[in-house]
């Protein structure tokens, strides 16, 4: 089985401007969840999915924003970028509602 | 709401010697915790975890952890450390219904001395 996919996995970015992440889940799983990471922290709660609608959000502004498609795959796009969102950004899937399986990450530079 | 502290931030062990990571929750009910380990450059791997049941629980590459329901922890051992161990190490606490929404301590560092 393949596992999470996140792409790309390195960017840079200027203030202002948009992003979009991508997140292609492991097979068989219908729960994506996304976390930001900045350096020297651990991971944050950003939200997540659930059969493509949003299931839960952590305390991050609306500019987060995320879909999930029918395939399970799923994109996190961060409109007017700030430099604290530069982070790592993590993907995880899970069937049910019990273990995640965590993608390798996108490192977001913003400049 | 739900917290998780890592009171060590960095951890220095010989190779072969006995390791203990240290990890308090703040929960309201009885908890979904987990412990993570991440090498650099990486995602998170799910070294096990605690859900009901057994207190003592074992995980992968011969981490066990025990759940201390009076004092709130989650302790992280091995008894004889590699030094493909050195890793950063995350306890988390997962929402009891849904672990997707998980709160994560900070981090610990473990270095290996040869």
């Known amino acids: 089985e393949t596992g999470v996919t996140q792409s790309p996995t390195h960017l840079i970015k200027t203030r202002g401007q948009q992003v979009t992440l991508r997140c292609s889940s492991q097979?068989?799983?219908?729960?994506v969840s996304w976390y930001q990471q900045a350096l020297g922290q651990g991971p944050q709660f950003i939200f997540q999915?659930?059969?493509?609608?949003?299931?839960g959000r952590g305390n991050f502004p609306p500019r987060f924003s995320g879909l999930q498609f029918p395939n399970y795959s799923s994109e996190l796009n961060v409109n007017a970028l700030e430099l604290d969102d530069s982070a790592l950004y993590l993907c995880a899937s899970s069937s049910g509602a019990n273990v995640l399986t965590f993608g390798a990450g996108s490192r977001l530079t913003v400049l | 709401a739900q917290s998780v502290t890592q009171p060590d931030i960095h951890i220095t062990v010989s190779e072969g010697a006995s390791l203990e990571l240290r990890c308090n929750y703040s929960y309201g009910a009885t908890p979904y915790l987990f412990w993570y380990v991440q090498s650099p450059g990486q995602g998170l791997q799910l070294l096990l975890k605690?859900?009901?049941?057994?207190?003592l629980v074992q995980g992968i590459k011969g981490f066990e952890a025990e759940f201390k329901r009076s004092q709130s922890s989650f302790n992280l051992r091995k008894p004889s450390v590699h030094w493909s161990d050195a890793a950063e190490y995350f306890c988390a606490v997962g929402d009891n219904t849904n672990a997707g929404k998980s709160t994560f301590g900070d981090g610990t560092t473990l270095t290996v001395k040869p």
């Open positions: 605690y859900f009901s049941g057994d207190t």
């Open positions: 097979s068989g799983h219908n729960t």
């Open positions: 999915y659930y059969r493509e609608e949003e299931n």
